[in-house]
T-cell receptor
Framework: GNSVTQMEGPVTLSEEAFLTINCTYTATGYPSLFWYVQYPGEGLQLLLKATKADDKGSNKGFEATYRKETTSFHLEKGSVQVSDSAVYFCALSDRGGSYIPTFGRGTSLIVHP | NAGVTQTPKFQVLKTGQSMTLQCAQDMNHNSMYWYRQDPGMGLRLIYYSASEGTTDKGEVPNGYNVSRLNKREFSLRLESAAPSQTSVYFC??????????FGEGSRLTVL
């Protein structure tokens, strides 16, 4: 079956630090990959996505590249802000016929001024 | 831009009471989902509906029932609430392998 593994948190950084949150996946088909963000007290919202190998998704200064050879989709940002403090979820949707998206457990990011 | 709308946003129940969480989406999506989110547990799928007229169990279906009323609406019912069902519930929808669109969540406390 499909699975998503992401690094456990919390990740604690100072403002303007470089961020990496690791995400690896296993899938039987050819998945689309997603990063969702959940701000305190809110629902999840899409941060970025990539639909095929070597695609790079980007939004709000965040980037992630779909690496089929390493089955990874790591999230990066060059300079984090306090407002980036949130929980980040890596997820996949499989073209193989399953209607069930697969989520990682989420990584909490805390950014200090 | 309503997207996915959930009601109620907050609810307090006593053990044994019943309630229904309502969810509606205005994006004409085929697939709809109910998740629960608990501290340290991530998102867990309760039930889903791949298309109008079908529903299937997810990871944690016990104690819940669902109804896909039409293409827009997907409700979640707790027949006899238990303290273990205290959680934040999210409804979501999507089309094919596209991204999920989530509601704002329903915060349920069972005393």
């Amino acid at each position: 079956g499909n699975s998503v593994t992401q690094m456990e948190g919390p990740v604690t950084l100072s403002e303007e630090a470089f961020l990496t949150i690791n995400c690896t996946y296993t899938a039987t088909g050819y998945p689309s990959l997603f990063w969702y963000v959940q701000y305190p007290g809110e629902g999840l919202q899409l941060l970025l996505k990539a639909t095929k190998a070597d695609d790079k998704g980007s939004n709000k200064g965040f980037e992630a590249t779909y690496r089929k050879e390493t089955t990874s989709f790591h999230l990066e940002k060059g300079s984090v802000q306090v407002s980036d403090s949130a929980v980040y979820f890596c997820a996949l949707s499989d073209r193989g016929g399953s209607y069930i998206p697969t989520f990682g457990r989420g990584t909490s990011l805390i950014v200090h001024p | 831009n309503a997207g996915v709308t959930q009601t109620p946003k907050f609810q307090v129940l006593k053990t044994g009471q019943s309630m229904t969480l309502q969810c509606a989406q205005d994006m004409n999506h085929n697939s709809m989902y109910w998740y629960r989110q608990d501290p340290g547990m991530g998102l867990r799928l309760i039930y889903y509906s791949a298309s109008e007229g079908t529903t299937d169990k997810g990871e944690v279906p016990n104690g819940y029932n669902v109804s896909r009323l039409n293409k827009r609406e997907f409700s979640l019912r707790l027949e006899s609430a238990a303290p273990s069902q205290t959680s934040v519930y999210f409804c979501a929808s999507k089309e094919d392998i596209g991204e999920l669109f989530f509601g704002e969540g329903s915060r349920l406390t069972v005393l």
